[in-house]
Nanobody
Framework: QVQLVESGGGSVQAGGSLRLSCIAS?????TAWFRQPPGKEREGVAV????????NYADSVKGRFTISRDDVKNTVYLQMNSLKPEDTAMYYC???????????????????WGPGTQVTVSS
């Protein structure tokens, strides 16, 4: 099973930017970012398919976040711009060898997870 480690979280003011990284021990076919705000359920943020040609985003982050991958480094990135206080959450990287299509945001489907990295956005 692939091992995942996230990094790049931190504290930033509203309007600022952060870039999260997810380093995998093996090649990942389908990789997603999820987040879990305090007291709320985990939600899908973005997903990228093998080859990087297909991406999908949650409506709440479209136009602000960009997911990308570097297959040489087995790393997936999440560039987060124009951050808002409501983006505050623990961010997790998830991987699978299966294509979940429109169900990608269902966290129960993903079988490999990293420990997470905290993102805090202050107003």
């Amino acid at each position: 099973q692939v091992q995942l480690v996230e990094s790049g979280g931190g504290s930033v003011q509203a309007g600022g930017s952060l870039r999260l990284s997810c380093i995998a021990s093996l090649y990942t076919y389908y990789t997603a970012w999820f987040r879990q705000p305090p007291g709320k359920e985990r939600e899908g943020v973005a997903v990228i398919y093998t080859g990087g040609g297909t991406t999908n985003y949650a409506d709440s982050v479209k136009g602000r976040f960009t997911i990308s991958r570097d297959d040489v480094k087995n790393t997936v990135y999440l560039q987060m711009n124009s951050l808002k206080p409501e983006d505050t959450a623990m961010y997790y990287c998830a991987a699978s060898r299966w294509n979940f299509g429109d169900r990608w945001a269902d966290s129960d489907r993903w079988d490999s997870w990293g420990p997470g990295t905290q993102v805090t956005v202050s107003s």
